[in-house]
C-alpha cells in the first residue's frame, strides 16, 4: 500500500520560504515520477514541479519564476519542494503525487497521471 505523507506546510510573510516534505512508503520507486501539485480556493489543481526518482532529474512549471527547487532522498524515501520567494498567489493546498510508466510518460504535468496522492498541506502566504 502506496502512502504519502506531506509535511511542512504552515503561514508566512510575503518572500519568505517555506520547505514541503513528503514521505513516500509501501513500495521501491525506481521507475516512479514525484511530484507536487497545488490547488488554491476556487481553482483546478495546478502542477508545480516533478522529478524522476532514479536520476533526480527536475521538471517545473513555467510559472515559478524559478523560485521553487525540487529534490529527493533515495535514502529517507523523501520528495520536497523548497520555496523561495512566495507570493499570495501562492496560497494552496500543496498535494504531493506519484505515478509510474507508461501511464506517466509524456503526462507529468497532469494530475489524471498519477496514482497515488498524500492529503495535502496547506501553505498560506500573507501580504
Known amino acids: 500500500q502506496v502512502q504519502l505523507v506531506e509535511s511542512g506546510g504552515g503561514l508566512v510573510q510575503a518572500g519568505g520560504s517555506l520547505r514541503l516534505s513528503c514521505a513516500a512508503s509501501g513500495r521501491t520507486f525506481s521507475d516512479y515520477r514525484l511530484a507536487w501539485f497545488r490547488q488554491a480556493p476556487g481553482k483546478e489543481r495546478e502542477f508545480v514541479a516533478a522529478?524522476?526518482?532514479?536520476?533526480?532529474?527536475?521538471v517545473y512549471s513555467d510559472s515559478l519564476e524559478g523560485r521553487f527547487t525540487i529534490s529527493r532522498d533515495n535514502v529517507q524515501n523523501t520528495v520536497s519542494l523548497q520555496m523561495n520567494g512566495l507570493k499570495p498567489e501562492d496560497t494552496a493546498v500543496y498535494y504531493c503525487a506519484a505515478g509510474s510508466p507508461p501511464k506517466i510518460i509524456g503526462r507529468l504535468y497532469y494530475d489524471y497521471a498519477y496514482d497515488y496522492w498524500g492529503q495535502g498541506t496547506q501553505v498560506t502566504v500573507s501580504s
Open positions: 522529478i524522476m526518482w532514479e536520476h533526480g532529474i527536475p
